[in-house]
């Protein structure tokens, strides 16, 4: 079993809070914008990192990170992509490989809106952690925890983050 931390949209933005909420975890995953590669250094540092760059993140980041991620951790498929809309509204650079192969998870970020959705069609978990950084309109910032064992998801946690 692995417990996983997965945020998005920090926009360069350091919350110490991160480290704090992760500290269960086994692996982190950002789902885009990372705005910084002191932010994407600080994350993999704590621990091991998966992450795909987002529309604001430069040539850095861009250079470290994929903009499509598809990878297996305990059983299950995962796709990761910054802009990647959610069931029923997937983005026309995601549907085609979605359809084609659908993992067992996709998780998208850039909306800075939580959404967690099961995708009957697809047979597919859809994530979408929200916003954690404070560049954008979301009022409240938030990460996600779960874990994955033997390709099943569970014990699922939106942490709220003040301010």
């Known amino acids: 079993m692995k417990k996983i931390g997965l945020l998005s949209d920090t926009h360069g933005y ?3 809070k991160y480290l704090r909420y992760f500290e269960p975890c086994d692996e982190i995953w950002h789902a ?3 705005g910084s590669s002191d932010v994407a250094a600080r994350l993999a540092a704590f621990r091991p990192l998966r992450a795909v760059y987002g529309n604001i993140d430069g040539q850095e980041l861009r250079r470290l990170f ?5 990878f297996e951790v305990e059983g299950a498929e995962v ?3 910054h802009i990647g809309g959610y069931p029923g509204h997937y983005d026309p650079s995601i549907r085609g490989s979605l359809l084609a192969r659908p993992p067992k998870l996709f998780v998208s970020g850039h ?3 939580l959404k967690v959705k099961y995708d009957k069609t697809l047979g597919m978990l859809h994530i979408n952690p929200g916003a954690a950084g404070i560049s954008g309109f979301h009022k409240v ?3 996600v925890r779960f874990s994955v064992d033997k390709g099943v998801f569970s014990d699922l ?5 003040a301010g």
């Open 111 to 113: 909306s800075h809106i």
């Open 141 to 143: 910032r938030t990460l």
């Open 66 to 70: 994929p903009q499509t991620l598809r």
């Open 79 to 81: 796709l990761m992509k």
């Open 32 to 34: 885009g914008d990372i």
């Open 14 to 16: 350091w919350d110490d």
């Open 157 to 161: 946690e939106v942490i709220e983050l």
